[in-house]
């Protein structure tokens, strides 16, 4: 602090988060396990969007979403098992990160309480981890000890009810848990409820309570699946996997509270059914919203209206590959890694800055079965 006496405390956290942005970052890849993917794999990134490839840094069983402790040294993992020990239920895992090779040395595992975790979330404070279950249809909070390993669960809560779709909206899907900008609130997509639903959240205690109001709805069948807030902690948008569509929030960080403000489709108008979409991401600027079509094989570009929080459609872009199932944009802001989960490949864009749009670079990175990327600074 003293080599910045006359910088406000605001202006020295955008010093600070320009110059990790502007280092360079390993990038992990979070990949169903099979016949060519093995656990997790890295790439090393340079900050003018190079890459050389690292290889497998740690061998574990469908890794498929993964979260970062915010002082880079631990990784966190879920793991899209059946069983875990002598439990019918998923795991989650914690690694060590060597900030200066990239390779991962496991530290524990815990039982994410539930069948199918799909999602993973880390607070600003590397407190906790918070996890949803898809196939139990639930969520869980872990503590993080000062190792980075994982203690055992300090909550979980089975969600409970339906909604119109028979196939898909039998019973609760918990698809995404995101702890929103303000660290007060720890808000979850459930697929088969189509509910977002609200939670306090004690980070400290790893303790999670139903907020007031503890849920907002989406159209009946939509399947709500991921969620991301504006930086501002103003909006949010949550992608719907079943109609292919994106909802517009207001976001309440007082009262814990989203009120709709707008739905637009993620697809060009007079496609046909049979799409689904997945991954959604903000801008690190705050100006344009992302979502990914898997069929279609797109990700859709939107900008957001600064004061309204409103989208208007900027774009399609072709993935290159089959099924995208996540993607991820840099910490800098000027790359967007699309993962084509069916093809094996990770293509990688440019941002236009000024309009959000994306251009294809000449850097193809091959990944088996890529479903998640996240980024660590090198040390």
């Not at 569509?245 to 637009?264: I, K, P, Y």
């Not at 774009?315 to 069916?342: C, M, V, W, Y």
Request: with cysteine; aromatic share 10%.
């Amino acid at each position: 602090m003293k080599s910045f006496p006359r910088l406000s405390a605001l202006a020295l956290a955008l010093f600070v988060s320009v110059s990790f942005a502007r280092a360079d970052h390993f990038v992990y890849f979070g990949t169903y396990t099979g016949a060519k993917s093995k656990g997790i794999y890295a790439y090393r990134m340079t900050d003018d969007g190079k890459f050389t490839r690292i290889g497998l840094v740690a061998e574990t069983a469908n890794p498929t979403y993964l979260a970062v402790h915010p002082n880079g040294k631990f990784l966190y993992s879920i793991g899209e098992v059946s069983k875990f020990g002598d439990k019918n239920t998923g795991a989650v895992s914690a690694f060590a990160v060597d900030t200066a090779s990239g390779k991962l040395t496991p530290l524990n595992q815990q039982s994410s309480g539930g069948t199918g975790p799909c999602h993973i979330d880390v607070d600003r404070a590397g407190k906790v981890v918070v996890v949803a279950n898809y196939g139990g249809g639930s969520i869980e909070a872990l503590p993080i000890k000062e190792d980075g390993s994982l203690g055992g669960p300090g909550t979980f809560i089975q969600h409970e009810g339906s909604s119109v779709n028979k196939s898909r909206q039998e019973g609760p899907h918990g698809h995404a848990i995101v702890i929103d900008p303000s660290q007060r609130f720890a808000v979850a997509c459930d697929l088969g409820l189509d509910k977002v639903l609200v939670y306090k959240l004690d980070a400290g205690n790893a303790k999670l309570t139903p907020n007031d109001p503890p849920f907002a709805t989406v159209a009946p069948g939509a399947g709500p699946r991921h969620i991301a807030f504006r930086p501002d902690g103003k909006f949010a948008y949550v992608i719907n996997e079943l109609n292919c569509s994106m909802t517009a929030f207001a976001w309440d960080s007082s009262r814990g509270a989203l009120n709709e403000v707008q739905v637009v489709s993620t697809l060009p108008d007079g496609l046909k059914k049979g799409y689904s979409t997945a991954e959604v991401y903000m801008h690190p600027n705050g100006k344009f919203v992302y979502g990914s079509n898997r069929g279609h094989d797109s990700i859709v570009v939107f900008a957001s209206d600064a004061r309204s929080g409103k989208l208007t459609l900027v774009e399609h872009q072709n993935t290159k590959g089959k099924t995208p199932r996540h993607f991820a944009i840099d910490p800098s802001g000027k790359f967007l890694l699309a993962e084509n989960q069916d093809t094996d490949n990770v293509f990688v864009f440019r941002i236009d800055q000024e309009t959000g749009k994306l251009a294809l670079t000449d850097e193809k990175l091959e990944v088996s079965a890529p479903v998640c990327a996240v980024f660590v600074p090198v040390k």
